[in-house]
Nanobody, 124 residues
Framework: QVQLVESGGGLVQAGGSLRLSCAASERTFSSYAVGWFRHAPGKERNFVAA????????YYADSVKGRFTISRDNAKNTVYLQMNSLKPEDTAVYYC?????????????????WGQGTQVTVSS
């Protein structure tokens, strides 16, 4: 059982930056692909970014491409989401999710383990 804990959320003004972290309990976290998703009130949980198990391959939703960067440090069992040029529409609860294996996916049902989420609020 992999436990994921997100941190780094908060309140920021539009144009600002935040870095989210997703820390895993699993020592073999390097064997897992990881995705970030977000859930805004009244909307579905949507894909944001994903990274494969080595960190050598990443993928982004069009809405965040060029502004967000996903990365990982397998020595620390942690995946990061650097968010720059934040917009009010980025406001949501952000979740990280993990699945065993090398490849990442963009759909929620592919992921086996989820964190509890961290709130990101961007004011205009």
């Amino acid at each position: 059982q992999v436990q994921l804990v997100e941190s780094g959320g908060g309140l920021v003004q539009a144009g600002g930056s935040l870095r989210l972290s997703c820390a895993a309990s699993e020592r073999t976290f390097s064997s897992y692909a990881v995705g970030w998703f977000r859930h805004a009130p009244g909307k579905e949980r949507n894909f944001v970014a994903a990274i494969n198990w080595t960190g050598g391959s990443t993928y982004y939703a069009d809405s965040v491409k060029g502004r967000f960067t996903i990365s990982r440090d397998n020595a620390k069992n942690t995946v990061y989401l650097q968010m720059n040029s934040l917009k009010p529409e980025d406001t949501a609860v952000y979740y990280c999710a993990a699945k065993s294996g090398s490849d990442y996916y963009t759909r929620t049902f592919h992921y086996d383990y989820w964190g509890q989420g961290t709130q990101v609020t961007v004011s205009s």
